[in-house]
């Protein structure tokens, strides 16, 4: 299985960014999925993710209403819509996908395949 970020950037505070992870070599559908990031010196910290069986999306409570979860199954693809960015949303993004469930959605432990990460930064 192989996934490939991109959309990360530069931007200033305010703006928006859409990530995409297109994952290849199994489907999409048969997974939990999830985004993470992470600033040096820091742990991977869950941004948004869904298990496999629920519609329901967990987003962590920094980027509530700022940030939107979705895929395309016919795409393979997963995308985090990023708006009203702050420069404290500055990290590596990357995307997960496995088989948490609910009580495991947060965990990295959760999730067997990453992608390279995209960088976005945040400028005030």
């Known amino acids: 299985v192989q996934m490939v970020e991109s959309g990360g950037g530069l931007v200033q505070a305010g703006a928006s960014l859409r990530l995409s992870c297109v994952v290849s070599?199994?489907?999409?559908?048969?997974?939990?999925m999830a985004w993470f990031r992470q600033t040096p010196g820091k742990e991977r910290e869950f941004v948004a993710g869904r298990t496999v069986s629920s519609a329901n999306i967990r987003y962590a409570d920094s980027v509530k209403g700022r940030f939107t979860f979705s895929r395309d199954n016919a795409k393979n693809t997963m995308y985090l819509q990023m708006n009203s960015l702050k420069p404290e949303d500055t990290a590596l993004y990357y995307c997960a996908i496995g088989r948490p469930i609910a009580s495991s959605l947060t965990s990295r432990s959760s999730y067997y395949y990453w992608g390279q990460g995209t960088q976005v930064t945040v400028s005030s």
């Open positions: 070599g199994s489907t999409l559908s048969g997974y939990g």
